[in-house]
């Protein structure tokens, strides 16, 4: 099982940054890909970032540019850089990963508790 913590959500005003951070614990083999997803009301949860094993990262379009996400990977933690906030990024930031599972090899899907983001003058 593996179990992911998010930190850094809040308010922010149009123009403004914010960080959010994410770590991974508990009983794992590897981490694959390691990002974040958003939902906001009435819409379905979508892809923001994420980074693969590898180091491939990749961004919605809507937030190219204005966002970074970055790796952690010795201690198994993501990051999301929130610059140039738009009042249409306000949602709820969920941490995702995938990572396998050291007795099956099996690779599952975890989800953070997620983290209220909002932009607004």
């Known amino acids: 099982q593996v179990r992911l913590v998010e930190s850094g959500g809040g308010l922010a005003q149009p123009g403004g940054s914010l960080t959010l951070s994410c770590t991974a614990s508990?009983?794992?083999?590897?981490?694959?890909?390691m990002g974040w997803y958003r939902q906001a009301p009435g819409t379905q949860r979508e892809l923001v970032a994420a980074?693969?094993?590898?180091?491939?990262?990749n961004y919605a379009d809507s937030v190219k540019g204005r966002f970074t996400c970055s790796r952690d990977h010795a201690n198994s933690m993501v990051y999301l850089h929130m610059n140039r906030l738009k009042p249409e990024d306000t949602a709820v930031y969920y941490c995702?990963?995938?990572?396998?599972?050291?007795?099956?090899?099996?690779?599952?899907?975890?989800w953070g508790q997620g983290t209220q983001v909002t932009v607004s003058s």
């Open positions: 508990g009983n794992f083999l590897t981490i694959e890909t």
């Open positions: 995702h990963t995938e990572a396998t599972d050291p007795f099956s090899g099996g690779v599952g899907n975890y």
């Open positions: 980074v693969t094993s590898d180091g491939t990262t």
